[in-house]
């Protein structure tokens, strides 16, 4: 169905109402919500955090690595890692991060009582790893992975390899 012109001797002055005049405000709607429908689904999630995690050969765990406060209201949907191309030397090992959710005063977050927002972790085992890949095994805690306004989220890097000098972390939402 595609939007048609509405014909002005339809709606000349004085000509009767005719179905026909209906029957193409109805179609030329439907085929507006169509349109609407399709653009707010392809829109509705979005990236709200990336960071990308330079000089981490200095370490194999860390804690507070980057801190974001959130600013509206979101449903995590996604949290990717993805390594750059200098996997060729790494040939063991898991990268592994973990986000925590913390609440906060006016004096910030306490990240002490934080909690995580996975079930399972998102990782990247370095002995099947290629350039470039990106974690897809992660799995959401539901009620954790809502955050609000005013809450924190804090990244921490549970496993890496390591040689592994950086990578990449984002986050994906959708509003709620």
Known sequence: MAFSSISSA?????RPILKSLFQTIKDNQDDLNTRVTSVEGSASKARFFSTTVLGASNFT?????AQVRIDS???????????????TAITSGTLEV???????????????????????????????????DESSNQVLNATNAAVVEGDYIQLNVTAKPAA???FFVYCIGEGS
């Open 10 to 14: 339809l709606i000349e002055v004085g």
């Open 61 to 65: 765990t860390a804690t507070g690595v």
């Open 73 to 87: 209201s979101i449903d995590i949907t996604d949290v990717i890692i993805a390594i750059y191309d200098d996997t």
């Open 98 to 132: 973990d986000i925590v959710k913390a609440t906060g005063s006016g004096d910030g977050p306490d990240f002490s009582t934080s909690v995580s927002i996975f079930t399972t972790k998102p990782s990247i085992d370095f002995s099947t790893a290629s350039d470039y």
């Open 164 to 166: 592994l000098g950086k």
